[in-house]
């Protein structure tokens, strides 16, 4: 079956570096990525991973380890304005069939 | 400044009446998605299009639910009757794929529809 797990709730001070791990299971794989989304508002593109290893973009990293079904997205220097939920995705299928299996998303907490 | 749009953003209804929601992807993008997202299920994907053409609605109730593109500029979902567990946000997306490559989603801002 198609799988993907995430913490459901996490809590980080502000200026500190809070780590979210994503694990998933499914038939395929094209590529991950990581949304973040604040309470009321859409998703938005945050990061894509499809080669194992770290890609750094900012404040923000992701990284991906296909063998291990593993990725984190790491947020350093946090700030208020990160408490938001961070949904995982895997891209799943091939050819025309390509769609994204979410996760239900980590809802961060930034205190300061 | 190209964004996805979604009319209507709030619907409330009652049980049993049809509801359409439209979404106007950004201009360009051959991809439209239809998700519903609430806190027990997350983000559920419903149907997406590519090229205006159904590629998997695998995740609608046929019986209730329909997906369209009258064009380029439009898709709609349809919910005929609607019921009170179909309340929800449901999202539009649109994106661009061009052979093997795959974009990112761009989101809509949803339409929250509540029904009683």
């Known amino acids: 079956g198609q799988n993907i797990d995430q913490p459901t709730e996490m809590t980080a001070t502000e200026g500190a570096i809070v780590q979210i791990n994503c694990t998933y299971q499914?038939?395929?794989?094209?590529?991950l990525f990581w949304y973040q989304q604040h309470a009321g508002e859409a998703p938005t593109f945050l990061s894509y991973n499809v080669l194992d290893g770290l890609e750094e973009k900012g404040r923000f990293s992701s990284f991906l380890s296909r063998s291990k079904g593993y990725s984190y997205l790491l947020l350093k220097e946090l700030q208020m304005k990160d408490s938001a939920s961070y949904l995982c995705?895997?891209?799943?299928?091939?050819?025309?069939?390509?769609?994204?299996?979410w996760g239900l998303g980590t809802s961060l907490a930034v205190n300061p | 400044d190209a964004r996805v749009t979604q009319t209507p953003r709030h619907k409330v209804t009652e049980m049993g009446q049809e509801v359409t929601m439209r979404c106007q992807p950004i201009?360009?993008?051959?991809?439209v998605f239809w998700y519903r997202q609430t806190m027990m299920q997350g983000l559920e994907l419903l149907a997406y299009?590519?090229?205006?053409?159904?590629?998997?609605d695998s995740g609608m109730p046929k019986d209730r639910f329909s997906a369209e593109m009258p064009d380029a500029t439009l898709a709609t979902l349809k919910i005929q009757p609607s019921e009170p567990r179909d309340s929800a946000v449901y999202f539009c997306a649109s994106g661009l794929t061009a052979g093997s490559f795959y974009n990112e989603q761009f989101f809509g801002p949803g339409t929250r529809l509540t029904v009683l």
């Open positions: 499914t038939s395929g794989f094209n590529g």
């Open positions: 201009l360009g993008h051959n991809t």
């Open positions: 299009f590519r090229n205006r053409a159904p590629l998997d």
């Open positions: 995705a895997v891209r799943d299928g091939a050819g025309n069939n390509r769609k994204l299996i």
